[in-house]
């Protein structure tokens, strides 16, 4: 492209050819080229908005560079129906083999900005194939190239826009989820200076499903309304569906199931009209499991055995592995448990395929990205971080065993020598406490609570140490836990002390020994550590941030913003034992059994004057949002 050419001439130093010569062969060509340059700047905002017509006009552009032979236009005419074809079926074969034609024939050299447009089409290719890692080389090879031009104008800003919001997209599939906001930051910081509105609305809703995963669902929710706000305003279908979808599915996800199958409706009524067997499927994944979460089984394994058709019609490995979890889950429920085994086959199957991406991501950081060119050392990289993982593993393994012999050992060869001096020294104040004087009464004292304390710890500890070994997960009503602790506090305590439950409390799925535990530490420290004439103690439960988020509050001494955090380490203390007692271990089990179900536990300051202790249950994992 002449344009093109001249601007990167300006831009990089890079192009050989004067610019006369340029201009004279242009104006001799027929039609005149400036004319074409309308054309395909016309051509790629169709692309962008994803208009169909697009076809008709790249052939023009097809004809006149073949007609004038014009190489630059004929990779321009290569390229752009590439990209119209990926965007109607991502998996196109033809779309595949046409961008790795223009990748074949630009000069990268006289070209930059066009070579890493290909690149970043050829990531887009790649990532719709489900070769993530392809696809993250060739869309590095394009931020190299543009992020290389010292002086950058409206359209490379663009550009750069949407090849961050690419590597972004990528990335949602890997472990590295601070990598993701970081290059959705760059996406959105470039898309509001080129001031596209359909790419700030595809960076938004990419927030969105960042903030989502993260369960910050009101967050999310703000940015899926701004991003469908700015789909409306440029009208592109694809842009309205997918904001549509993933409205939806975070409706499922805060259990709003009417409001959230009207979006995923909406979604799906549009992708009919765009015919686009992939992005159908997809939207028939969300609406299945809605259905599932929702228990009306039949209608969810409707949807799920029509996008399994959908996907694999389409030729892409993105999604079908969700696809065969929950037709298992729904053969098993609807008792068909032959089905529900072959579709578990098939779902470990893709399961190991698409960890594949996540292996290979797990030995690159933000640092090395930019060297993907360089296989050697990459390859090098990967054997020494499975090596290394290897190593831990070991490490880990040995750790497990350390930790149940000592176990072992406490349970038996510490607490029996103790429980022995305990008793003897017990023996011996009864015998000569006549003959004690008042001193030495104080220093037997000081031996047998010592011994209390030392078997109070021990015991402590082989607790915290058994929340790892062995779990058994039931259903778990909180509402008869709560009741069985106040049942069985002292009758001195549940005559001085106020417990309510100020909202009916879920059934969940957990080991009911550890949760019994968290709750009986919780509640007894807010009564314990309380100088009021009357403790209260209130726990409440409302759904939201991924799950049942439980608060127990108290009007108790509470706890300073600064140790917060600190009172979940083992062994730390903020009161002498003079004070209170205790041993320091309680609060670390507390975290240790909610980190174990994947959960969450904090301090905040409660509106009775103590403190607010709130936790989070979460719910099981959810298929991943359109983006």
């Given at each position: 492209m002449f344009r093109e050419e001249f601007m990167n001439a300006k831009i990089s130093g890079m192009v050989n050819i004067s610019t006369q010569a340029v201009t004279s062969h242009a104006e001799n060509a027929q039609g005149g080229w400036h004319n074409i340059e309308l054309l395909l700047d016309k051509i790629r905002e169709m692309n962008l908005e994803r208009k169909p017509e697009v076809k008709e006009l790249i052939e023009q552009v097809r004809e006149w560079a073949e007609n004038n032979n014009h190489e630059v236009y004929k990779i321009e005419a290569i390229h752009e129906r590439a990209i119209y074809l990926l965007w109607i079926n991502g998996t196109d074969e033809e779309a595949f083999n046409l961008a790795q034609q223009a990748l074949n024939l630009v000069n990268a050299y006289t070209q930059p900005l066009l070579a890493a447009r290909i690149n970043k089409t050829m990531g887009m290719a790649f990532y719709y194939k489900g070769i993530y890692l392809k696809s993250q080389e060739y869309y590095l090879n394009a931020l190299r190239l543009m992020e290389s031009f010292p002086q950058k104008n409206d359209y490379i800003i663009e550009e750069l826009a949407r090849t961050y919001y690419g590597l972004a997209i990528l990335h949602d599939l890997s472990q590295f989820n601070e990598l993701k906001k970081t290059y959705l930051g760059k996406a959105l910081e470039y898309a509001l200076q080129s001031g596209k509105k359909g790419t700030i609305s595809r960076c938004y809703n990419a927030f969105a499903v960042y903030y989502a995963k993260q369960k910050e669902f009101e967050i999310a929710l703000n940015y899926y309304q701004k991003s469908l706000d700015l789909a409306l305003q440029v009208g592109e279908k694809n842009m309205l569906a997918v904001c549509y979808n993933n409205l939806g599915s975070t409706h499922v996800e805060l259990k709003q199931f009417e409001k959230g199958i009207e979006y995923l409706n909406q979604a799906l009524e549009i992708k009919i009209q765009v015919g686009k067997a992939s992005a159908i499927g997809f939207t028939h994944i969300h609406i299945g499991k809605a259905f599932f979460d929702w228990g009306k089984y039949h209608d969810s394994l409707t949807h799920f055995l029509e996008a399994e058709k959908l996907i694999i019609s389409a030729g892409t490995k993105h999604?079908?592995?969700?696809?065969?979890?929950?037709?298992?889950?729904?053969?098993?429920?609807?008792?068909?448990?032959?089905?529900?085994?072959?579709?578990?086959?098939?779902?470990?199957?893709?399961?190991?395929?698409?960890?594949?991406?996540?292996?290979?991501?797990?030995?690159?950081?933000?640092?090395?990205?930019?060297?993907?060119?360089?296989?050697?050392?990459?390859?090098?990289?990967?054997?020494?971080?499975?090596?290394?993982?290897?190593?831990?593993?070991?490490?880990?393994?040995?750790s497990n065993k350390e930790l149940k012999q000592f176990a072992h050992i406490a349970s038996h060869d510490l607490k029996e020598p103790l429980r022995m001096v305990g008793s003897y020294v017990s023996l011996l104040e009864k015998k000569i406490s006549s003959r004690l004087t008042a001193d030495e009464s104080v220093y037997m004292q000081f031996i047998l609570d010592g011994t209390k304390r030392m078997y109070s710890l021990i015991n402590d500890i082989l607790e915290i140490s058994k929340i790892n070994v062995e779990t058994h997960v039931r259903e778990v009503n909180l509402n008869l836990v709560v009741y069985e602790i106040i049942h069985n506090l002292a009758p001195e305590v549940r005559s001085t002390a106020d417990i309510l439950v100020q909202s009916s409390l879920p059934v969940i799925e957990a080991d009911r020994t550890q949760i019994l535990q968290l709750f009986q530490n919780l509640i007894s420290n807010a009564i314990k550590y309380n100088k009021s004439e009357r403790p209260r103690v209130e726990i409440s439960c409302q759904n939201g941030n991924g799950g049942c988020e439980i608060t127990i509050e108290d009007n108790g001494i509470g706890i300073a913003p600064e140790y917060r955090e600190k009172v979940f380490v083992i062994f730390q203390r903020l009161h002498s034992r003079n004070e209170f007692s205790g041993t320091g271990v309680g609060l670390a089990i507390c975290k240790k059994i909610v980190d174990n179900m994947n959960g969450k536990i904090w301090i905040e300051r409660s509106d009775l004057g103590g403190s607010a202790f709130k936790f989070i249950l979460p719910k099981k994992s959810e298929p991943s949002k359109e983006i």
């Amino acid at each position: 492209m002449f344009r093109e050419e001249f601007m990167n001439a300006k831009i990089s130093g890079m192009v050989n050819i004067s610019t006369q010569a340029v201009t004279s062969h242009a104006e001799n060509a027929q039609g005149g080229w400036h004319n074409i340059e309308l054309l395909l700047d016309k051509i790629r905002e169709m692309n962008l908005e994803r208009k169909p017509e697009v076809k008709e006009l790249i052939e023009q552009v097809r004809e006149w560079a073949e007609n004038n032979n014009h190489e630059v236009y004929k990779i321009e005419a290569i390229h752009e129906r590439a990209i119209y074809l990926l965007w109607i079926n991502g998996t196109d074969e033809e779309a595949f083999n046409l961008a790795q034609q223009a990748l074949n024939l630009v000069n990268a050299y006289t070209q930059p900005l066009l070579a890493a447009r290909i690149n970043k089409t050829m990531g887009m290719a790649f990532y719709y194939k489900g070769i993530y890692l392809k696809s993250q080389e060739y869309y590095l090879n394009a931020l190299r190239l543009m992020e290389s031009f010292p002086q950058k104008n409206d359209y490379i800003i663009e550009e750069l826009a949407r090849t961050y919001y690419g590597l972004a997209i990528l990335h949602d599939l890997s472990q590295f989820n601070e990598l993701k906001k970081t290059y959705l930051g760059k996406a959105l910081e470039y898309a509001l200076q080129s001031g596209k509105k359909g790419t700030i609305s595809r960076c938004y809703n990419a927030f969105a499903v960042y903030y989502a995963k993260q369960k910050e669902f009101e967050i999310a929710l703000n940015y899926y309304q701004k991003s469908l706000d700015l789909a409306l305003q440029v009208g592109e279908k694809n842009m309205l569906a997918v904001c549509y979808n993933n409205l939806g599915s975070t409706h499922v996800e805060l259990k709003q199931f009417e409001k959230g199958i009207e979006y995923l409706n909406q979604a799906l009524e549009i992708k009919i009209q765009v015919g686009k067997a992939s992005a159908i499927g997809f939207t028939h994944i969300h609406i299945g499991k809605a259905f599932f979460d929702w228990g009306k089984y039949h209608d969810s394994l409707t949807h799920f055995l029509e996008a399994e058709k959908l996907i694999i019609s389409a030729g892409t490995k993105h999604e079908i592995h969700t696809c065969y979890d929950y037709i298992s889950k729904i053969f098993a429920q609807l008792n068909d448990f032959e089905s529900a085994y072959l579709y578990q086959k098939k779902f470990i199957e893709k399961a190991n395929e698409n960890q594949n991406f996540h292996t290979a991501a797990a030995i690159l950081d933000a640092q090395t990205k930019f060297e993907l060119d360089k296989k050697e050392k990459e390859a090098e990289l990967l054997r020494q971080k499975n090596a290394e993982i290897e190593r831990y593993a070991q490490r880990l393994e040995n750790s497990n065993k350390e930790l149940k012999q000592f176990a072992h050992i406490a349970s038996h060869d510490l607490k029996e020598p103790l429980r022995m001096v305990g008793s003897y020294v017990s023996l011996l104040e009864k015998k000569i406490s006549s003959r004690l004087t008042a001193d030495e009464s104080v220093y037997m004292q000081f031996i047998l609570d010592g011994t209390k304390r030392m078997y109070s710890l021990i015991n402590d500890i082989l607790e915290i140490s058994k929340i790892n070994v062995e779990t058994h997960v039931r259903e778990v009503n909180l509402n008869l836990v709560v009741y069985e602790i106040i049942h069985n506090l002292a009758p001195e305590v549940r005559s001085t002390a106020d417990i309510l439950v100020q909202s009916s409390l879920p059934v969940i799925e957990a080991d009911r020994t550890q949760i019994l535990q968290l709750f009986q530490n919780l509640i007894s420290n807010a009564i314990k550590y309380n100088k009021s004439e009357r403790p209260r103690v209130e726990i409440s439960c409302q759904n939201g941030n991924g799950g049942c988020e439980i608060t127990i509050e108290d009007n108790g001494i509470g706890i300073a913003p600064e140790y917060r955090e600190k009172v979940f380490v083992i062994f730390q203390r903020l009161h002498s034992r003079n004070e209170f007692s205790g041993t320091g271990v309680g609060l670390a089990i507390c975290k240790k059994i909610v980190d174990n179900m994947n959960g969450k536990i904090w301090i905040e300051r409660s509106d009775l004057g103590g403190s607010a202790f709130k936790f989070i249950l979460p719910k099981k994992s959810e298929p991943s949002k359109e983006i």
